[in-house]
């Protein structure tokens, strides 16, 4: 057994992170500023997307993003129930009805047939959820969309340096979040950005994240507000500070050394866990070239495992072995579940049977061959059906 806790997501701190972060807090601005801007700068160069907006959180993003599109009573907006809360609370807290839809059993992405399926005459938007590291099949999302005036924003919190079998990285078309929270594959400590290739609703969620004023409180050429600076439309506070926003610049550096390793680890994981009955890894997205490897989820299903999924989880606790879950169905939340008559839903069957089993084991950069072979040991160690079982 190992000595050592191994979580199941860990951030990748260099040295130039910590000096970028430390000359930022000497510098005496550390809230938003020239930092915030050359960060957003460089995933404007990366992705050629017109406008890359850094605030708070990926949950933010959202925020400022149906806020902007005027969603409220009476509005429907569909997005799976496979994903975080917080897409849900925050279309619920709108007052309009979230529309939950099943997603591929094995990738646990939603599909274009059962969005186009959902659709009604309430819809205002679709958010599909890249899921893990994958993309989403979002090209026939696009055009429904498109041919219905309806607003698509890609919930990208996973996938951040993805690329679509067409060649397209994740946000560089469209609009798309990522999520900068400390698990994901680039962090700013917290934070979100989002990134969209329409320059007006870029500059309106720039404005809406700091007051709704005119300008920043810092502009190119002037630290301190313009007295001329006034409301122009009512806003919130989310903008990013420098000393968040350098050390995702730092990082986002080296997103694509991270993917190189986070798949080199996946595909160890991928082949030795293929001969232990019951852990099932998810299956490949068939529109995704890169997969990000946000996350390495297994389904643990109990009646080929012979255990079921808090007890797998909690041995491999007592081993040492850190896991998570991502995520519980959204519908399956006391709130939701005492307040169904809020939501409308097709059929929940693919989502309800993964919720159940999934599993997120222990993926990052700064892990060893020898602690994927450690977690490997120790799923073989509680698995009953892996008993006698030689790889």
């Not at 009955?277 to 996350?295: E, F, K, N, Q, Y």
Request: aromatic fraction near 6%; proline fraction near 4%.
């Amino acid at each position: 057994m190992r000595n050592e806790f191994l979580p199941f997501a860990k951030p990748s701190i260099s040295e130039e992170d910590v000096a970028a972060v430390t000359e930022v807090l000497r510098s005496g601005w550390i809230t938003t500023g020239a930092g915030c801007a050359a960060f957003e700068e460089a995933i404007c160069e990366r992705l050629g997307c017109a406008s890359a907006v850094a605030v708070t959180s990926g949950t933010a993003a959202m925020h400022l993003s149906l806020h902007t599109l005027g969603i409220g009573p009476g509005d429907e907006v569909i997005t799976p129930s496979m994903t975080w809360v917080s897409t849900v609370n925050l279309i619920t807290m709108a007052g309009a009805c979230p529309v939950f839809i099943d997603v591929d059993r094995d990738t646990l992405m939603v599909t274009p047939d059962a969005v186009a399926a959902a659709m009604s005459e309430r819809t205002r938007a679709i958010i599909p959820v890249d899921f893990a590291g994958a993309a989403v099949n979002i090209e026939p999302m696009r055009s429904l969309a498109a041919d219905l005036g309806v607003a698509l924003i890609e919930d990208a919190a996973h996938a951040i340096g993805a690329v679509r079998s067409s060649g397209e990285e994740v946000g560089s078309r469209g609009t798309a979040i990522f999520s900068l929270h400390p698990i994901k594959t680039v962090t700013s400590g917290e934070g979100g950005v989002l990134v969209t290739d329409d320059a007006d609703f870029g500059e309106r969620i720039r404005r809406l994240r700091f007051h709704g004023l005119g300008v920043d409180a810092w502009q190119r050429g002037q630290q301190g507000r313009s007295p001329q600076a006034e409301v122009l439309e009512p806003g919130f506070k989310c903008n990013l500070p420098d000393m968040n926003a350098v050390l995702g610049h730092t990082q986002l550096k080296r997103l694509d050394a991270f993917i190189d390793r986070r798949t080199a680890l996946a595909s160890r994981y991928r082949e030795q866990l293929a001969s232990i009955p019951g852990i099932l890894p998810l299956g490949d997205s068939a529109v995704t070239d890169r997969h990000a490897w946000h996350l390495f989820v297994v389904r643990v299903d109990q009646d080929e495992a012979g255990i079921d999924r808090g007890a797998f989880m909690e041995l491999l606790k007592a081993r040492n072995i850190g896991t998570g879950i991502h995520f519980r169905a959204a519908h399956t939340h006391q709130w939701y579940r005492e307040h169904a008559d809020a939501c409308r839903s097709t059929d929940l069957g693919h989502t309800e049977w993964n919720s159940d089993r999934i599993c997120s084991i222990p993926l990052f950069p700064d892990m060893s061959e020898r602690d994927v072979d450690d977690v490997v040991a120790a799923i073989r160690e509680v698995v009953p059906a892996a008993a006698g079982v030689t790889t």
